[in-house]
């Protein structure tokens, strides 16, 4: 029989939080991704949404799992505290002259990492985009904080929808 890994458990939870808002009418998922990178033996779990009432701005959340992280987990060798996913969360928009970017720097606090990225296309205009790098590994027991995360992205994108 398959037992589930961190890393599986961590994607079901997020993936259940996410679809329980959408089919309370809160948010629209619009892409989910499940990425196996065979080259790496690497995983990706990408899910993005919009608030239901405006697709102004959307948010994907990511959780990424490295094979260490697999081997750690199934050898039950090495730094068991990496079991896990890492998490990032992006929000993106197509609009240049907005403060997107400072509104949620501001929302989610100093203590974060952030990317931030500006595409100029010929085709779609420009697109900008900001990640929030969470640096540490979430494990099982850091579940209600992955779920916190989830649902503060969500109160993010109603707080730049009011703006």
């Not at 994907?60 to 068991?80: D, R, S, V, Y």
């Not at 998490?87 to 403060?99: A, G, R």
């Not at 606090?109 to 420009?126: A, F, T």
């Amino acid at each position: 029989m398959f037992d589930p890994t961190a890393y599986d458990n961590l994607k079901v939870v997020i993936e259940g939080a996410a679809y329980d808002l959408d089919l309370d009418g809160e948010i629209q998922v619009i892409d989910r991704k499940d990425i196996l990178d065979l080259a790496t033996l690497s995983r990706c779990y990408e899910i993005t949404y919009c608030l239901n009432h405006s697709s102004e701005i959307c948010a994907k959340l990511i959780l990424k799992a490295k094979l260490n992280q697999l081997a750690t987990e199934l050898l039950q060798a090495g730094n068991l505290k990496q079991v896990g996913a890492f998490v990032h969360i992006s929000f993106y928009w197509n609009q240049e002259e907005t403060n997107y970017m400072e509104i949620i720097k501001q929302h989610w606090g100093p203590k974060y990492l952030y990317d931030e990225r500006k595409i100029n296309s010929s085709l779609q205009g420009v697109q900008e985009e900001i990640i929030i790098n969470f640096s540490r590994v979430i494990t099982e027991e850091m579940v209600d904080d992955l779920v916190g995360m989830f649902h503060y992205s969500v109160e993010t994108l109603e707080e730049l929808i009011k703006r």
